[in-house]
């Protein structure tokens, strides 16, 4: 039998094995939590969901998405030909073995595109370790098989170089299969799976789907302690990952020199997994300022813990911004996995940071994280006599305040919004004293006890009035009572002021007038960008009032966090840098003269940033700048003479 008529015999010998690592793997899955999933929906839409949804973010590294697109289309090209070979007439047919050939040429081509890629230098943000060995494997495998093929194809007779083709490509592509559990190649099962499986499918079909899960609060353990404490499925997507350190790069804690990597994370929960893990094999950017851990796992052994895997601080560093999540081109949910962790901590061990036990403490005592009276979340509008739909009963626009109504710096901008409804004559309303905190900073912080009583207790409120939308300046505000109150029974029309303003200015209700000689750089909210999808409203507003808008070098869904989410400002998690003076870095570096933002916790951090900087505006202090800048010129314009008869004009006889 000559050494093309072999090659389909290693092909299937590669599958076998591949299929028996891949097993050995599929076993811990197992033990994780049932999940339920729509396999014949998530099986149907894998080719989309691979070929679209995956390469649309692997797109935005051009080299990486030509690179893959090469070399895994060859890979599955020459060992799908290469195993039809097998059939008697294919397999005796020079211009199908040609067409092997010629597959693996192109997988060839893809070797030395993944080579290039690592060596002689690796990127700092791609992982080494068994990741160097494989464009080795792949280049046998694709250089031993176009040997064999090849040479079959042309008709030349030369049996010691055909049969080292054989070998090459045997050695090559059972290396490749070897590493399906524990080596680069796992992710392509393991990604597959997840893609069809996925914990969010609704994130491919145009969702945000960015909300938590409501947690069982009669369930025997709280909160996610093991690995066997993770759906099933979660298990996958851990193993999806290929390292790229696209997480990595876009993480505000990990630039910030906090003892966070998302990557690092997902490889040592992915390690935990196997039965006396440990994380030695890890061969990428590890924690900044790292905390020293045993580095020891198990399905059933605790995670976080110095005798663990992960350090409690690693877990606390993060802002829950979700940059993680937008980047992977896996579409892993890396934020799900540490609030499910965080959950654990605080609600089964109450081990929290201890300025974030005080704020939970004020929280569950007095429904504000500041413990403040709910009745002076008002005392910013003295003077402007806000309606109470206590006494009003209903309104059009219920406004919800926020967190950010207790700070006076805020206090500012929620005037200005005030203003700019009675002058554009809006119905609106306040709850006043009956409106509680939203719970985001409490489930943030994985005290969902607390979240689901302030949700409820915030429904049953609601409820008791009649209004047509709720609106507010505050994103996080926004997220909990539009996307995570459906859960507790509260399905709310809730708009950001930002849409709500350009709806005014477009329907002609709000007459803007001009700041134009203003430079603005707009500063997106991660959780009104990333998590709600809304990054057209804020800039459509600034272009209507005439700023000349600068872009900074992140922004929209890819826009670079505060640092205020999560809790991360309460956990206060120490570093080499702060995160808004990195972005506030980023600001300056565009030459505006003003940061734009529109979040009550973006105010608060960047106006927190010292030394010389642009200064920090909301965009309805510079709305109702422009409208009041358009009063003025128009109080200024000399009255219009009545028009002349036409008999006055013409000359007299």
Known sequence: MTPAALLPYVVLAMLALAALQA???????????????????????????????????VARDAYASRMHMVVAGGLLAASALSVLTAVPPLGQSRIWLGLVALAFAVTLAGALLVGARRYPQRPRRLSGGRFQILPI??????????????????????????????????????GLAWQVRAGPMRHALAGAIHLAAHPRPGRFEGERASALRPLDLD???????????????????????????????????????????????IQDLAAAIAPEADNRHYAGSPYPEARPVAGIGGLTRPVIGADAMIHPD??????????????????????????????FQTLELGAVPMKAAE????????????????????????GLDLPRLADTGTC?????????????RYGRTLRALVTLLRRAGVDFAVLGAEERDCGDTARRLGDEATFQRLARDNVATLTRYRFARILTADPHALHALRNEYPAFGGTFDVVHHTAFLLELIEAGRLP???????????????????????????????????????????????????????????????????????????????GAGIVAVACPTCTAMLEGVTGERPDVRDIAELVLQAVDAGAQAASARPPVAAAMPMSALEPAE
């Open 359 to 382: 704020t939970l403490g004020e929280l569950r005592g007095a429904d504000e994280p500041g413990g403040r009276a709910l009745a002076a979340r008002t005392d910013f509008a003295a």
């Open 512 to 590: 803007a007038g001009s700041v134009a000689g203003l430079s603005v750089a707009y500063h997106d909210p991660c959780y009104l960008g990333r998590y709600n999808g809304e990054v057209e409203a804020p800039r459509a507003l600034l272009d209507r009032i005439g700023a000349e808008r600068r872009e900074m070098a992140r922004s929209g869904r890819r826009s670079m966090c505060c640092g205020g989410g999560g809790g991360a400002p309460i956990s206060d998690i120490a570093g080499e840098r702060r995160i808004p003076d990195i972005r506030m870095g980023q600001a300056k570096d565009t």
């Open 396 to 408: 059009d626009v219920l406004l919800w305040l926020g967190e950010g109504a207790y700070d006076l």
């Open 314 to 343: 690693t877990l606390w560093s993060c802002t829950t911004c979700r940059a993680c999540v937008e980047e992977c081109p896996m579409m892993i949910e890396h934020v799900d996995a540490i609030v499910g962790l965080r959950r």
């Open 219 to 265: 369930a025997p353990k709280l909160g996610v302690e093991t690995p066997a404490d993770l759906a099933w499925n979660q298990l996958a997507g851990l193993d999806a990952c290929i390292q790229c350190g696209r997480c990595e790069t876009a993480c505000p804690a990990f630039a910030a020199g906090q003892p966070l990597n998302p990557k690092r994370l």
């Open 137 to 174: 494997l792949l280049l046998a495998y694709a250089l031993g098989g176009l040997l064999t093929a090849g040479l079959a194809a042309a008709g030349a007779s030369l049996p010691p170089l055909s049969a080292l083709g054989l070998l090459l490509a045997a050695a090559g592509g059972l």
């Open 23 to 57: 097993w050995r793997r599929f076993r811990h899955w197992r033990a994780g939590r049932p999940a339920l999933v729509d396999w014949a929906r998530g099986l149907v839409a894998l080719p989309k969901r691979y070929l679209v949804d995956v390469h649309h973010v």
